[in-house]
């Protein structure tokens, strides 16, 4: 009985592990990223992309790696660290990006300008600004998706859902 207790610890710690510091399902719940992701898609990201952070204070152990314009990451929401944002990453530090006002900016070093692919009525670094890369998560490697997508690049997954799920790389 306590072998089966204890494997079962250690299974469960295993996996807090995993989710906390490797890879991370993010189930998206608006169509903030149409086309590339719809409302209900699920996103991978991979946090050890960029390196190795101390899980939920944000702070990077080790970093060989920076985000890239266009890459998808997910972030934490200013103001709300609990609600996370998954955006492309439009400009990085010492580039230029523009705000919804019009205005134009130079991004410092740490500050990374993330957008929603669909602009209208989205959370973004256009209304809010630009974030710090310490909000930064991890960058969005796969998505588990409902709709049948037109690519061959696709890999099957069994599924109980009646109308099947597709994993598919995000490049």
Not at 92 to 110: C, F, H, K
Not at 115 to 140: C, Q
Request: net charge positive; glycine share 8%; proline share 6%.
């Amino acid at each position: 009985m306590w072998k089966r207790i204890r494997l079962l610890l250690w299974v469960a710690f295993a996996a807090f592990l995993m989710r906390a510091c490797v890879l991370e399902p993010v189930k998206l719940s608006d169509d903030s990223m149409m086309p590339t992701f719809a409302d209900g898609d699920v996103a991978f990201v991979s946090k050890l992309r960029y390196g190795i952070r101390v899980p939920g204070a944000g702070a990077m152990l080790l970093e060989w790696q920076e985000p890239r314009v266009g890459d998808l990451v997910v972030a934490a929401s200013v103001g709300d660290p609990a609600v996370t944002l998954l955006r492309r990453v439009a400009a990085v530090p010492g580039g230029n990006a523009r705000l919804e006002d019009g205005s134009q900016i130079t991004l410092r070093p740490g500050e990374y300008f993330l957008v929603a692919d669909k602009k209208e009525g989205t959370l973004d670094s256009r209304k809010i600004g630009p974030v710090l890369r310490r909000t930064i998560i991890g960058k969005v490697t796969h998505r588990w998706t409902a709709k049948t997508p037109s690519t061959s690049e696709q890999v099957r997954v069994d599924s109980s859902e009646p109308n099947g799920r597709t994993l598919l790389p995000v490049l």
